[in-house]
C-alpha cells in the first residue's frame, strides 16, 4: 500500500517562507512523477509544480520564481520551498505521486492528505 504523508504547513505572513516536505512510502521500487497540488476554499484543485525522475520540472504561472521543488529519488521525498508567499498561495496544499512501480505492482495517482498553508497578516 503507497502511502504519502505531507509536513511542513502552517501560517505565515505575506512576504514570507515555508517548506513542505511528503514522504512516500509502501515497498516502493520507483516513481515516475512527484509533484504538489493546491486546493483553495471553493476553487479546483490546481497543479502547483511536479518533477519527473529524470529531473523536469513544472510550475504553474502563479508560482515561477517564488516557489521551488526539489525531489530525492532515493527516499521517495519530494519538497516544495514556497518564498515571497501571498494571501491568494493560501490552500490545503496536496502531495501527489504517479506511475508508482513498488512491490505490489503498479499504480497511479496517489495523495497525501494535505496540509493547510495560510498566508496572512
Known amino acids: 500500500q503507497v502511502q504519502l504523508v505531507e509536513s511542513g504547513g502552517g501560517l505565515v505572513q505575506p512576504g514570507g517562507s515555508l517548506r513542505l516536505s511528503c514522504v512516500a512510502s509502501?515497498?516502493?521500487?520507483?516513481?515516475?512523477?512527484m509533484g504538489w497540488f493546491r486546493q483553495a476554499p471553493g476553487k479546483q484543485r490546481e497543479l502547483v509544480a511536479s518533477?519527473?525522475?529524470?529531473?523536469?520540472?513544472t510550475y504553474a504561472d502563479s508560482v515561477k520564481g517564488r516557489f521551488t521543488i526539489s525531489r530525492d529519488n532515493a527516499k521517495n521525498t519530494v519538497a516544495l520551498q514556497m518564498n515571497s508567499l501571498k494571501p491568494e498561495d493560501t490552500a490545503v496544499y496536496y502531495c501527489?505521486?504517479?506511475?508508482?512501480?513498488?512491490?505490489?505492482?503498479?499504480?497511479?495517482?496517489?495523495w497525501g492528505n494535505g496540509t493547510l498553508v495560510t498566508v496572512s497578516s
Open positions: 501527489n505521486a504517479d506511475s508508482v512501480v513498488s512491490d505490489a505492482g503498479y499504480g497511479w495517482d496517489y
Open positions: 509502501g515497498s516502493i521500487r520507483s516513481i515516475y512523477v
Open positions: 518533477v519527473t525522475s529524470g529531473g523536469s520540472i
